[in-house]
């Protein structure tokens, strides 16, 4: 099993920047990818952005595509998420999930999953 515990969520202002983390631990042999998820109050939940276990590749969505960068520490037992620019719209629980194949945008890719870190931007 793969465990997930994301940090660094806040109440921020627009234009403000964070950083979320995200500490992976367990069976970590199994997973070639992390991605970032989040769900606004009320919707869905939605990819964010993804990266390989070993930091080669990243895929974003469209909405912090600019904005947000994915990366993992030298260790490769910590996944980042610098979120730059933030706007209301960014408001949201942020998850942090783990896959066994490639970077997908698609949840359902995705087996592990985090508890979640409340993002809260005001305009």
């Known amino acids: 099993q793969v465990q997930l515990v994301e940090s660094g969520g806040g109440l921020v202002q627009a234009g403000a920047s964070l950083r979320l983390s995200c500490a992976a631990s367990g069976r970590t042999s199994s997973t070639n990818a992390m991605g970032w998820f989040r769900q606004p109050p009320g919707k869905e939940r939605e990819f964010v952005a993804a990266?390989?276990?070993?930091?080669?590749?990243?895929n974003y969505a469209g909405s912090g595509r600019g904005r947000f960068t994915i990366s993992k520490d030298n260790a490769k037992s910590t996944v980042y998420l610098q979120m730059d620019s933030l706007k209301a719209e960014d408001t949201a629980v942020y998850y942090c999930a783990a896959a066994r194949y490639y970077a997908s945008s698609n949840r359902d890719d995705y087996t592990y999953w985090g508890q979640g870190t409340q993002v809260t931007v005001s305009s």
């Open positions: 990266i390989s276990w070993s930091g080669v590749r990243t």
